[in-house]
């Protein structure tokens, strides 16, 4: 069990960030993002930087791919190794564990279109590319982190699109390019293919609507889910389901404005939630991870220090008193 940042920060800071993240969740650093940077830090961009072999433009509409490296393609490239400097600079190389985020296949096939001004999604060849792309890329990023930081790599593939994939509510580039919905089955067995074949220890990132059933084929080590999101009967079954198979839940639970005086508060509601569940308390230790509920876009890093900082002392809390509670 740990706690541990999502990785956006607020602000165009690098090592400020880098250094919240490793005072407040020293075990595992995420690497930060930083949206207000612009557009070359946002998912897609910071995606795209880390596969040399998916080379984009800006075009009028989002994100496309192109056949080759363009100036833009270049300078991701380069932001991204800068900011490996930077961290390694403040971090050092002493054996933490990195965890490094990027959009999965579905969700970044869904954002950037090809050539022909159609989303990716909808072409199941250029799917099928990206996603060996994605895995390929993923995997070799990781064996880089190992080198450079000397430590374990966790692997977050975000895929913040998959319940709007499966509902069928991605609108096309035009009134004639209609993304039809996509089962459960199909996106599971495309996100399964990708996780067999990564490194480490891998997370699924599921945006603000689980799609437990996705995670159960899968296999993530750990699903991320914000803990607010758990609410019904189907999204409770659904999660202990997944703990049963043996999947961790890393559980969304800080919010900015939190501090430690709150972390009390949060394991007990996170022991609550397991006998809503009727889970075993035990099994917490094991399985469950604290993290922020939200990506931290806004507010500044004071406030994020001591909202990570409540996710650290919660955890602590449940790793020593999970029975008493």
């Given at each position: 069990?740990?706690?541990?940042a999502l990785?956006?920060?607020?602000?165009?800071?690098?090592?400020?960030?880098a250094?919240?993240?490793?005072?407040?969740?020293?075990d595992v650093?995420a690497i930060?993002r930083?949206?207000?940077r612009g557009i070359?830090s946002?998912a897609?961009?910071?995606?795209?930087a880390?596969?040399?072999d998916a080379?984009?433009?800006?075009?009028?509409?989002?994100w496309?791919?192109?056949a080759?490296?363009?100036?833009i393609t270049?300078?991701?490239?380069d932001q991204?190794?800068r900011?490996?400097?930077?961290?390694?600079?403040?971090?050092?190389?002493?054996?933490?564990t990195?965890q490094?985020a990027?959009l999965?296949?579905?969700?970044?096939?869904?954002?950037v279109e090809l050539?022909n001004?159609?989303?990716?999604?909808?072409?199941p060849g250029a799917?099928?590319?990206?996603?060996?792309?994605?895995t390929y890329?993923?995997?070799e990023?990781?064996?880089r982190?190992?080198?450079?930081?000397?430590g374990e790599v966790?692997i977050?593939v975000?895929?913040?699109?998959?319940a709007?994939?499966?509902?069928?509510?991605?609108?096309g580039t035009?009134?004639?390019d209609v993304?039809?919905p996509?089962?459960?089955?199909?996106?599971g067995?495309?996100?399964?293919y990708v996780?067999e074949?990564?490194?480490g220890?891998?997370?699924?990132g599921s945006g603000s609507?689980?799609?437990f059933?996705?995670?159960?084929?899968?296999?993530?080590d750990a699903?991320?889910?914000?803990q607010?999101?758990?609410?019904?009967?189907e999204?409770?079954d659904?999660c202990?389901a997944?703990?049963d198979?043996g999947i961790?839940v890393?559980l969304?639970c800080v919010?900015l404005?939190?501090?430690?005086?709150?972390?009390?508060d949060?394991?007990i509601k996170i022991a609550?939630?397991?006998d809503e569940?009727r889970?075993d308390r035990?099994i917490i230790?094991e399985?469950?991870?604290?993290?922020?509920?939200r990506?931290?876009t806004?507010?500044d890093?004071v406030?994020?220090?001591?909202a990570?900082?409540c996710?650290r002392v919660a955890?602590e809390?449940?790793?020593?008193?999970?029975?008493?509670?």
């Amino acid at each position: 069990m740990v706690a541990f940042a999502l990785g956006v920060m607020p602000g165009t800071d690098m090592v400020a960030a880098a250094d919240v993240i490793a005072g407040e969740t020293g075990d595992v650093r995420a690497i930060p993002r930083l949206p207000a940077r612009g557009i070359m830090s946002d998912a897609v961009g910071a995606t795209c930087a880390l596969l040399p072999d998916a080379p984009v433009a800006a075009g009028p509409r989002s994100w496309r791919f192109e056949a080759r490296p363009q100036l833009i393609t270049r300078r991701l490239w380069d932001q991204a190794e800068r900011d490996l400097d930077l961290l390694e600079a403040e971090w050092g190389s002493s054996g933490f564990t990195v965890q490094v985020a990027a959009l999965g296949p579905w969700s970044l096939a869904a954002q950037v279109e090809l050539s022909n001004g159609h989303l990716a999604v909808t072409d199941p060849g250029a799917l099928h590319d990206l996603t060996e792309i994605v895995t390929y890329g993923l995997a070799e990023h990781a064996s880089r982190l190992r080198r450079r930081f000397h430590g374990e790599v966790n692997i977050q593939v975000n895929e913040p699109l998959l319940a709007a994939l499966n509902r069928g509510e991605i609108a096309g580039t035009n009134d004639f390019d209609v993304l039809r919905p996509i089962p459960v089955k199909e996106l599971g067995e495309r996100l399964h293919y990708v996780f067999e074949s990564l490194p480490g220890r891998r997370l699924l990132g599921s945006g603000s609507r689980p799609l437990f059933d996705v995670a159960r084929i899968a296999q993530p080590d750990a699903i991320i889910v914000p803990q607010s999101a758990l609410v019904g009967s189907e999204l409770l079954d659904g999660c202990a389901a997944t703990l049963d198979a043996g999947i961790g839940v890393s559980l969304g639970c800080v919010t900015l404005g939190d501090d430690v005086d709150d972390a009390r508060d949060v394991a007990i509601k996170i022991a609550q939630l397991f006998d809503e569940l009727r889970m075993d308390r035990a099994i917490i230790p094991e399985l469950v991870d604290v993290t922020n509920a939200r990506e931290f876009t806004s507010g500044d890093l004071v406030s994020v220090a001591r909202a990570l900082a409540c996710a650290r002392v919660a955890d602590e809390i449940l790793v020593r008193d999970v029975g008493d509670l």
